[in-house]
Nanobody, 115 residues
Framework: QVQLVESGGGLVQPGGSLRLSCAASGSIFSGYSMGWYRQAPGKQRELVALRTSGGSTVYADSVKGRFTISRDNPKNTLYLQMNSLKPEDTAVYYC?????????WGQGTQVTVSS
C-alpha cells in the first residue's frame, strides 16, 4: 500500500523551530522527487521546498535561509527543518512524491505559529 505519513507539526511561537517528517513506503521514495507544500486557510496550496532524486533542491523565496529540506533514503524519510518561524508560515503542510505523472500526497500536518 502506497503511503506518505507526515508528523512533527504543532504550535510554536514566532522565532521558534519545528522539524517535519514524512515517512514513505519504499516503492514511492527511491527515484522519486519529494517535496513539501503548504496550504493556509483561504489560499492555494504552494510549494515550500523540493528535493529531487538527483539531489537538487528548490525553495520558495519566502522560506529561503530559514527552511531546509533533506531526505534519508535508507529510512525512506523526508524532512523539513523550519527555523525562525513566522505567523505567515501557519498552514497545513503536505508531503508529496512524484515520478513523472505519478503523484502521491500525504494527509498533512498542521503548523501554527502564534504567540
Amino acid at each position: 500500500q502506497v503511503q506518505l505519513v507526515e508528523s512533527g507539526g504543532g504550535l510554536v511561537q514566532p522565532g521558534g523551530s519545528l522539524r517535519l517528517s514524512c515517512a514513505a513506503s519504499g516503492s514511492i521514495f527511491s527515484g522519486y522527487s519529494m517535496g513539501w507544500y503548504r496550504q493556509a486557510p483561504g489560499k492555494q496550496r504552494e510549494l515550500v521546498a523540493l528535493r529531487t532524486s538527483g539531489g537538487s533542491t528548490v525553495y520558495a523565496d519566502s522560506v529561503k535561509g530559514r527552511f531546509t529540506i533533506s531526505r534519508d533514503n535508507p529510512k525512506n524519510t523526508l524532512y523539513l527543518q523550519m527555523n525562525s518561524l513566522k505567523p505567515e508560515d501557519t498552514a497545513v503542510y503536505y508531503c508529496r512524491s512524484q515520478l513523472g505523472n505519478i503523484i502521491y500526497w500525504g494527509q498533512g500536518t498542521q503548523v501554527t505559529v502564534s504567540s
